[in-house]
């Protein structure tokens, strides 16, 4: 398996754009996670899914940020309009039903200018 | 509210010698707790996973330990490497809430010195 795939890699934007970030999880994993990392706080758990549902959101920072997973292969996380503070590593994790280690993705690092 | 601390925020120490990384947390409710390894520009590798009722938690050199009463967890690396250079995270989950959220330490990044 390839693992947590994302995309994009990079991404450099200007406060007020709207960014799409990518994530495929591993095959038949029924978990996924979106964290966000910075210096100052660390890794935040922004949302997480279960089967395709979102479970718990009550990390989203602002209705900026919104997330889906329209099938068990891909979700997303838009943000809209960016600002300069959403600039960050923003990782995908998924994992298995009860298999508790987390799988993550190479992470998306974004610049909002 | 848990908190995660690892202390050292960084370590440098001589390539060959053992190790010992620190992680406290707040509550002692929890459920499990994992070390995780991130290298620079990457996503992070789970190294080890201890449950609530296991006291530790070996694989290869890596030995993780656990005193929950205490909220403490350490991770021994024994005769480091040049390739065990990374940042070393802990991370908990709660009983009672959902044990799929952890909540992670800031990390100690190791250095290993020639």
């Known amino acids: 398996d390839a693992g947590v795939i994302q995309s994009p890699r990079h991404e450099v934007t200007e406060m007020g754009q709207e960014v799409t970030l990518r994530c495929k999880p591993i095959?038949?994993?029924?978990?996924l996670f979106w964290y966000r990392q910075t210096m100052m706080r660390g890794l935040e758990l922004l949302i997480y899914?279960?089967?395709?549902?979102?479970?718990?959101d009550s990390g989203m920072p602002e209705d900026r940020f919104s997330a889906k997973m329209p099938n068990a292969s891909f979700s997303t996380l838009k943000i809209q309009p960016s600002e300069p503070r959403d600039s960050a590593v923003y990782f995908c994790?998924?994992?298995?039903?009860?298999?508790?280690?987390?799988?993550f993705g190479s992470g998306t690092q974004l610049s909002v200018l | 509210k848990q908190e995660v601390t690892q202390i050292p925020a960084a370590l440098s120490v001589p390539e060959g010698e053992n190790l010992v990384l620190n992680c406290s947390f707040t509550?002692?409710?929890?459920?499990?707790l994992q070390w995780f390894r991130q290298d620079p520009g990457k996503g992070l590798t789970s190294l080890l996973l201890i449950q609530s009722s296991q006291r530790e938690q070996t694989s290869g050199r890596l030995n993780a330990s656990l005193d929950k009463s205490s909220g403490r967890s350490t991770l021994y690396i024994a005769a480091s490497q040049p390739g065990d250079s990374a940042t070393y995270l802990c991370a908990v989950s709660l009983v009672g809430g959902s044990n799929y959220k952890l909540t992670f330490g800031k990390g100690t990044l190791l250095t290993m010195n020639p």
């Open positions: 509550d002692s409710a929890i459920y499990n």
């Open positions: 994790a998924s994992r298995g039903q009860g298999r508790e280690k987390l799988f």
């Open positions: 899914f279960n089967n395709n549902v979102p479970i718990d």
């Open positions: 095959s038949g994993h029924d978990y």
